[in-house]
């Protein structure tokens, strides 16, 4: 049903626009059109109910209105929260804000003592405290989403601690490493993601509520109680700097564009690793789609929205950063325009790793495709290297010594672990036949046993420890 049942706050009714006193004409039906953020406000509307509870009680504590009223407002917050959930109560799109929206459905019923509910607080630091209380609510689900990803990872590269595949660097085959080498590091940088989210929440996690529309309140209020009320750290400083900023909207809008740049990476390399002269990964066909017109194609879709989405995400971050760069304090209407932009971001990032994780741990692996990648390419001449250096050669002789060799192969189209003895002894006379040991790809990558290197031991005390992440964080 429809929230309000008198005018709507276009008529200048029971709903009117807060502000309307000062007026003696109602707002045009277009400007207040044009002004609403109800359809952005509409997510805030549990979080708003929740401060404008534990604004009563402490008016209610500090005898700033009797206790019974505030008791009363309290209850019928409940209802109208239990109601809009439910679906019995429908947000009316014609009140200007949430608040307004609230504060006229409690002003409905409870006759003048539901206008006591914003007895010391303005819109101002209302939305503020909005806004951070959905937020941390928020980043808990979004860091949920990221842990279950970085879990789904780990258990794929569990079971590929020696499946070799190729490193590359400029998109040339480098040197072998594994697949779950290859995994732990996407999940490493996807962790650090989780933790740039539990740092950026240290700093919404304080309550605005009391800074009025910049001043603060003569009336005396008690800040600490409805912050601790609220399970807020603590209070925001300063009152004008507490309406003023969105810095904790521009901070988390950056840690979500991070996020997505490292989610569009790898789906880059998935959607190269899909391709035909690749072949290293099958997505499901759940996670893939066809073409209208050509009847043989399985497109990584997916990967490429959640690549493509990457973009908007940045572009929600300018936008925000452009709405802050001009103003002056405190409070300027321009700073309503926050909202579509941090909402759209958060939207699409979560959506995207929930995605992300469905995709990749459908997927299969073509361990052979992989291990030819090692196979070719003089991917171990740095290990012809390291083998010279540990005979105790120079590096930057070793070096030499092994691009002397290289140019060899390529003149006669072979690899490194085929070229005779006797060429490299030509070349070096610390060769011998033991080189042969140290050439092969699982030879060159299991050797490399340096902390966060490729070697078995190693990527398992790397998966061990994000399994432990994951678990101290589910």
Known sequence: ??????????????????????????PDAEAIAFET?????????QDDIRGSQAHVKMLGKQNIIPENEAKSIAEELSKIAEEIKSGKLEIDTSAEDIHSFVEGVLTDRLGAVGKKVHTGRSRNDQIALDERLYLKSAILDLKSEIVTLIDTLT?????HTETLISGYTHMQRAQPVTLAHHLCSWAWMIKRDFERLSDANKRIDFSPLGSGALAGSGLPLNREMVAEELGFAGVTKNSLDSVADRDYCVELCSCFSILMMHLSRFCEEIIIWSTEEFKFINLSEKWSTGSSIMPQKKNPDFAELIRGKTGR??????????????????????????????????DTVISCVKIFTKMIGTASWNVDKMAASCVGGHANATDLADYLVRKGMPFRVAHEVSAQSVRYCIEHNINLEEMPLDEYKKISDLIESDIYEVLPPKACAFIRKTTGGPAPERVREQIQELKDFCKENN
């Not at 953020?37 to 509307?45: C, G």
């Not at 258990?155 to 079971?159: F, G, L, V």
């Open 1 to 26: 049903m429809k929230a309000n049942t008198g005018k709507s706050a276009i008529d200048g009714g029971n709903h009117a626009a807060l502000w309307h006193g000062r007026f003696k004409e109602g």
């Open 37 to 45: 953020s109800i359809y952005a406000d509409m997510r805030l509307a």
């Open 155 to 159: 258990d794929i590269a569990k079971n």
């Open 313 to 346: 995400v940045y572009g929600d971050l300018m936008a925000l950063l452009t709405l802050m760069k001009g103003l002056p304090l405190t409070y300027n209407r321009d700073l309503q325009e926050d909202r579509e932009n941090l909402f759209d971001a958060y």
